[in-house]
């Protein structure tokens, strides 16, 4: 089910010095069926996601799916295989693209059941090249693509016990490099002994790769719950750093940009970890050498809390970012939380941003930068860009004239 919606935001950085405002338009779409879906993943034209429901095709238990943004109408295509298929990310590659994933083949309860780590390889026209799965007997997740040398993909994500090594405590993060036929050429495993969880990853331009995520630890012994880190990885699947960040307040990197000198990584906290706090959650974005030497970082956000998901970088070095607020932040707020995109300044504060909202939650939980603009996905338990369809819709909108 489909609704298109197309007007004219002008938005207003209420908590900024001085005011900002943009002038734009968003063309918008919104999927939804009786059951649940959400988009997690953009590039280029593609948004990806999953759904419980019929949404594109007779659903199977839980299916992923892929839209075609810049066809007109967008073009959606399901898994509707059965079992469990949940895509989480997203790669435009030259002649296709690929997703990844979670998969739980044939299982009888997919909404309970353990799962692999999924990758699937997609030609232009919307047909399986190929499929790899990472994982043990245990649950395992795939949450993060990135192109890597030949043709090929690096599939990062999280596993339980032993896959390429023992199991360090808890969830591991894992990352495989695959061949552009699917073969997998090698695949590590890293963790602490709390519970470790992928959040992203990124090229590093030189054939190898920057993993971030973050570590649950115990409340009992330190005084935050999640301990961010990232990670760096050689082509041939030599760890060459970690950075770690301290106990001062939570940080929970979400998002990768890497621009040649190093890596940029969004992240959320909930203390003064890069500058006063502003309430609830704060969004940070910091620079890592190639090295692995942090920059001095910044902080931002409201009284409420502001949610960061997903990071662009454009070809000038500007970034760009996409998450969920419950303030003012660019505009009125609907209620509960709106999804924003923000254009970052130099100082890695918002110089420019759009939010939009309906009564009940909206986030913007991927992004990509397109010719015409940025495109943002996410969820959507109300009407942001039509009629809710019952629980949650997925919904995807490209922006203008930022």
Known sequence: MMRKVRFVVATLGLF??????????????????????????????WVAG???????????????????AAAGPPRGWQSAWP??????????????????????????????AQTDALLVRMTAEGAVAWKATVGGPLTDEAHALAPAPG??????????????????GGSDVFVARF??????????????????????????????????????VDEDCRRVSERGFVLHYGPDGELTWVYRWG?????????????????????????????????GRDVFVVHLSAGGAPGAGAQWGGDEADLAYALARADDGTLWVAGATANALFGPSAGGFDAFVARLGADGRPAAGWQAGSPARDEARALALTPDGPLVAGLTYGDLLGANAGQADAWAALLLGF
């Open 151 to 168: 043709g090929g993909l690096y599939l990062a994500g999280q596993v339980e016990g032993r896959v390429y090594a023992p199991g360090a």
């Open 16 to 45: 900024l010095a001085p005011a900002l405002a943009t002038d734009g338009i968003v063309w918008g779409e919104q999927w939804g069926s009786p059951s649940w879906e959400a988009a997690f993943a953009a590039s280029g034209r």
């Open 83 to 112: 079992g469990l298929e949940r895509a989480y990310a997203i790669e435009i590659l030259p002649d296709g693209y690929a997703w990844a994933g979670t998969v739980a083949a044939g299982a009888p309860d997919a909404m309970r």
């Open 179 to 216: 061949d552009a036929t699917g073969h997998r050429v090698w695949g590590v495993q890293w963790g602490t002994d709390d519970d470790d969880y992928l959040t992203a990853a990124a090229p590093d331009g030189a054939g190898g790769v920057y993993l971030a995520g973050y570590s649950d």
């Open 247 to 279: 106990f001062d307040a939570a940080s929970r990197p979400v998002a990768l940009a890497a621009d040649g000198a190093g890596v940029w990584v969004l992240g959320q906290t909930d203390g003064p970890l890069y500058g006063a706090f502003g309430g």
């Open 50 to 68: 999953w759904t419980a429901g019929d949404l594109f095709a007779e659903g199977a238990g839980v299916d992923a799916f892929v839209v075609d």
